[in-house]
């Protein structure tokens, strides 16, 4: 079993659907949960950041954290063609260890 | 000049080839990262530096030689690569080993292609 799994897709959506991105992961030590953007011939990005389990919203976006059910979401709302990336999922144990374990991510494209 | 920056952006090298890439952070970061991207994977962790000192090395081939000369600075020297070493190598920075909640801060890549 990967460490951290999360559907390539593609996925493709009309301008103005909500989109929702998942990963599942199978340690329970993992208590740092990011979302990277990564667009065409760029490097990722850190767009959000949760600790432990529970919501948290930046604009348009919002990250949901269930460590009980080791499953990690990102939500875009009103999801624009600039959206259009490849997202990762990431996680991490926290303090000095090099614990961070990455998605394959998620590449999605939004339709004007 | 502020972030992550990686140079060459693109390198095409043949098997017999020796080559380096560089990566340059202006950030203050104590830590500097390589990893491998390959379609459909997730990111490989190659090299950790934490305060120019190397503290992992995750099983990469030795045809695979990181050099830190300072915490500013990160290479990697290429030499007899194979045609599946071909990928995105991206670098990538943070205020302390690890990361935690703070995250990296990455180059945009060097796509290498090994013919």
């Known amino acids: 079993q990967k460490e951290v799994e999360q559907d390539p897709g593609p996925l493709s959506v009309p301008e103005g659907a909500i989109v929702s991105l998942n990963c599942t992961y199978s340690?329970?030590?993992?208590?740092?949960f990011m979302w990277y953007r990564q667009y065409s011939r760029k490097g990722p990005e850190l767009l959000m950041y949760t600790y432990s389990s529970g919501n948290k919203e930046d604009g348009r976006f919002t990250a949901q954290v269930d460590k009980s059910s080791k499953y990690i979401s990102l939500f875009i709302r009103d999801s624009q063609p600039s959206d259009s990336a490849t997202y990762l999922c990431a996680m991490s144990g926290g303090g000095n260890n090099n614990d961070m374990r990455f998605g394959a991510g998620t590449r999605l494209t939004v339709k004007p | 000049e502020t972030g992550v920056t990686q140079t060459p952006r693109h390198l095409v090298m043949g098997m017999t080839n020796k080559k380096s890439l560089k990566c340059e952070q202006h950030?203050?970061?104590?830590?500097m990262y390589w990893y491998k991207q390959s379609a459909k994977k997730p990111l490989e962790l190659m090299f950790v530096?934490?305060?120019?000192?190397?503290?992992e090395n995750n099983s990469v081939p030795s045809r695979f030689s990181p050099e830190c000369p300072n915490s500013s600075h990160l290479f990697l020297h290429l030499h007899t690569l194979q045609p599946e070493d071909s990928a995105l190598y991206l670098c990538a920075s943070s205020q302390s080993q690890g990361a935690g909640i703070h995250g990296y801060t990455f180059g945009s890549g060097t796509r290498l292609t090994v013919v």
């Open positions: 950030l203050g970061h104590n830590a």
């Open positions: 530096y934490s305060l120019e000192e190397r503290v």
């Open positions: 340690n329970s030590a993992f208590q740092y």
